[in-house]
């Protein structure tokens, strides 16, 4: 200021010195007079600064509930989970998952120490429960879900067997005494299991019909085995599904579809050009559909067994083309409705071409057959209709190693490593080499269509028989996943930007948001340990003695 009060240099020019500038030097600056902090907190200075600093595209809009572009940039920056403020190494090997309860106050990790722990979610988490599955022969814990109301707890194990036994169990265990309730069969096991009501889960069963067929049954079980009535059947089946060329029925997972039309956050469709998973309606109507196959089926299936239509097929693809053959007219065809008042949609990974799971599979579960009340296995169904046909199918053509539902159950999030491109599987039992770099998708459970472009950061190295499950989870805001680079990483949802990796010492099987406060994160490892991250703002409060200007973008975030 001059000696008459007026500033030296004009707000444009100050303005052209702030572009120059970092956001802590902006803000610093700003400190200095009332003019200079009058610029330094221009919209339009924190509009370039957000894209520059975040390296957002500029075709992406501020998010619809932002305010300011500075209110925004400091959200991005102050709001993630990237400190570290808890390690528990209560577990003795390696940690596999974690799940939140509905409240936030409690959550559950699973462990190849083969126990299940559950946690106090207090400002310091400890542990309250801690049960040992090897009584039961168990190999080791691998998932767990709390039920809506928070009173029960589902449990799923390996089984001790033979190097490749595919069997597992289901353990509800009830969390106001932490009795064991029931235990539910679960083949393959890592069906891994889900809630589909407060009190019944749904498992899976495999049963094989030849060297690369199979079919999977899913059932409804009720929680509490010891309900005797006529009306109230413990143990129902939903769907009996046919698996071609060695692949099962994988990660179930169930999504509300009465949410549907009121999401925390909507999410524009993938940009134009972008390469989209192919999605399959197998509910629309067809012309062909309406054709007795019959005949045709019969003369060709004879032609096929008798080895006199195409003598140059090999083994695995005559069996697939028999079964194909034979499933045609003893399937039962979806059911041509909306989404149902009620309604929900089951979720699984599934297959066509080889083992490698590389398609998603939906199927709607309408009310009526939420209840294992009713006919037993199955019972009113036609004699033809032998396997049930899915609603949708979604082939993202690569390997899929995670999925995870926003809270609104509107989008389904999917990790997956790619295929190589125009890639051609010729033997189920040799699938195509998968990228090691980890592609996480994005799918409208509504439209069934892909939606943004693919986030990318996070990678994985196994090879195709040796790849595992790591588990994602997608808060209001943001989406965070495991890796087997060492680290967890966190995405926001709306601007598809990487904003924390989380470093530990293995792999990073993993994460889990608390679902009441998405600034609270949660990593399980190889290492044996889960950490708890919360963000900036959250340690600021609770630990500085007194407030400090602007200390948001402090120097401990980077």
Partial sequence: MDDGGI????????????????????????????????????EFLWREQFYRYYQVARNVPRHPAATSWY?????????????????????????????????????????????????????????????????YNWSYTQFSQFNQD????????????????????IAVISLDTFALLS????????????????????????????DITSCSVLWLNNAFQDVESENVNVVKRLFKIQNLNASTIRTVMVADCSRFDSPELLLEAGAPGADPCRVFDLSSDSEDQAVDPGPARAKGLRRLLEGRAQPQLSECVLETK???????????????????????????????????????????????????????????????AFFDALDHVIDVHGHIIGMGLSPDNRYLYVNSRAWPSGSVVADPMQPPP??????LLVFDLKTMREVKQALRAHRAYTPNDACFFIFLDVSRDFVASG????????????????????????????????????????????????KAWRSPRTVRVRQAPRPRPFSWFASQRR
């Fill in 150 to 169: 928070d009173s029960l707890l589902l449990a799923s194990g390996v089984f001790l067997g033979p190097h490749n036994s595919s069997s597992g169990e």
């Fill in 7 to 42: 500033p030296l240099l004009p707000d444009s020019l100050v303005y052209q010195i702030f572009l120059n500038l970092g956001p802590a030097d902006v803000l610093a600056a700003g400190l200095v007079c009332h003019q200079w902090q009058a610029v330094s907190r221009d």
């Fill in 322 to 384: 028999a079964a194909e053959l034979l499933a045609q007219g003893h399937t039962k065809p979806p059911e041509r409705s909306t989404a149902a008042a009620g309604s929900k949609l089951l979720i699984f990974t599934t297959g066509c071409s080889t083992y490698s799971p590389h398609q998603i599979g939906i199927k709607q579960i309408l009310p009526h057959q939420m209840t294992t009340a009713g006919p037993v296995l199955g019972e009113g169904r036609g004699s033809d």
């Fill in 71 to 135: 209110e925004e940039f400091r959200r991005l920056y102050d709001t993630v989970p990237c400190v570290e403020v808890q390690t528990l190494e209560e577990h003795t090997d390696q940690v596999l998952h974690l799940s939140f309860s509905h409240s936030g106050y409690q959550f559950a990790s699973c462990s190849k120490d083969c126990t299940v722990k559950i946690w106090n979610n207090d400002l310091t988490i400890s542990l309250l429960h801690s049960a040992d599955m090897r009584p």
């Fill in 483 to 530: 890796a087997e680079d060492r680290h967890g990483y966190v995405w926001e949802r709306h601007y598809n930007i990487c904003l924390a990796k989380l470093r530990h010492q293995d792999v990073v099987n993993s994460v889990a948001f608390s679902p009441q406060e998405q600034e609270l994160l949660l990593t399980a490892s190889d290492d044996a340990t889960i």
């Fill in 434 to 439: 998968i990228a090691e770099e980890i592609d």
């Fill in 183 to 210: 235990r539910v069969r679960n083949k393959p096991y890592d069906v891994f299991g889900c809630w589909l009501t407060d009190t019944s889960l749904i498992s899976g069963n495999l049963h094989r019909i030849g």
